[in-house]
């Protein structure tokens, strides 16, 4: 059984940094407690970004005629509004009960000021920071560990040099791996054959397609993989965003750059700048934009909520109803004719 750490009974947690997969990870463990406190527990969902923050947080924080449990989680803090770091600072001291905070900041100097104000009201802290080298690899490692595994030096060498640094690909991977093999070692030779495409259709797969501009096989495979997965929606979100972040590293890379050297930067294996390079002419900026935006409506969904401006936080979604927002954004992703 896994330890409890701090985040699990702090009522105000801090998550600082740029890595959405930790944050998502604060925010799951801060709602799989409250919801052993109380099944009922109402999540709501505030951005400090716009005018509407300080009010919606207001309202949020104001007494519950029914004194249900609230976990209430707070983003963008960086770009908070004064009336919003008002309705915060005002309430960290007199918190209700039924009342968890959960405030979200991507670290950095914009709005440290505030942030150092968290701080110092004793809000328990947890690090969200993007990971690198020896970091990152503790992190896969703990993620084979979460799933009563281990790997080999050399497999998750051979992940990392497949797949890159993005957290949330090789968190997926490490997932799936696990799920396809059936050793409590898993060795170079399991991802290997993984790669050969022996094992069900990976995120990676589906990301690759899309940004091949292969939107049939996008949809079959995503189909394909909820179908025999009901939770792979998030991992094949994450994936497919991932691989638009890389096609946009490589697209706004400089054009002096020795192959090594924008392998490096891009963080994928020299093999896969050619497809990059290939994926990279079907798409102009405009769209790419677009697509972003269209991801983010996706992940929104995956996760299981759509916007709804009468609903604080959102619509939540059923399985079915989650599947066809995430294809209808998907679909919606489309490169210049």
């Not at 993620?143 to 993005?166: M, N, V, Y």
């Not at 009901?230 to 991932?242: C, G, Y």
């Not at 679909?331 to 210049?336: E, H, K, T």
Request: proline share 4%; with cysteine.
């Amino acid at each position: 059984m896994a330890k409890n750490s701090p985040v699990d009974s702090a009522q105000v947690v801090l998550a600082v940094g740029k890595e959405q997969v930790l944050v998502g990870r604060v925010i799951d463990t801060v709602m799989k407690s409250a919801r052993a406190q109380d099944p009922n527990v109402v999540r709501v969902d505030i951005s400090a970004t716009g005018d509407a923050g300080a009010g919606e947080l207001a309202m949020a924080l104001a007494p519950s005629l029914f004194g249900e449990l609230s976990v209430i989680i707070v983003s963008n803090l960086d770009n908070a509004s004064e009336d919003l770091i008002d309705v915060i600072t005002s309430s960290l001291d007199s918190l209700p009960e039924n009342i968890r905070l959960v405030l979200v900041h991507p670290g950095g100097v914009k709005g440290k000021k505030f942030l150092d104000a968290i701080r110092k009201t004793g809000a328990v802290e947890a690090s969200c920071a993007e990971l690198k080298g020896k970091g990152l690899t503790d992190a896969i490692v703990a993620e084979f560990a979460r799933h009563g595994r281990k790997a080999t030096s050399g497999a998750i060498d051979q992940l990392q040099a497949s797949i890159g640094t993005d957290l949330g690909s090789l968190i997926a991977a490490v997932s799936q791996l696990c799920a396809d093999t059936d050793d409590k070692m898993v060795d170079e030779h399991a991802v290997a054959t993984y790669y050969d495409g022996v094992a069900d259709v990976t995120g990676w797969k589906v990301s690759d397609a899309m940004w091949d501009a292969q939107p049939l096989e996008v949809l079959e495979m995503f189909r394909w993989a909820v179908t025999n997965d009901s939770s792979a929606a998030v991992p094949q979100v994450m994936a497919i965003s991932s691989g638009l972040r890389t096609l946009l590293k490589y697209a706004a890379a400089s054009s002096t750059m020795s192959e090594a050297q924008l392998a490096s930067h891009v963080g994928v294996p020299d093999w896969k700048l050619k497809r990059l390079r290939q994926q990279k002419q079907k798409w102009n900026p405009e769209q790419l934009a677009a697509a972003a935006r269209l991801l983010a409506l996706a992940d929104r969904a995956s996760k299981g909520t759509v916007y709804d401006p009468a609903i604080p936080g959102g619509r939540s979604l059923d399985d079915i109803q989650k599947w066809y927002h995430i294809e209808k954004e998907l679909m919606a992703i489309r490169p210049p004719k």
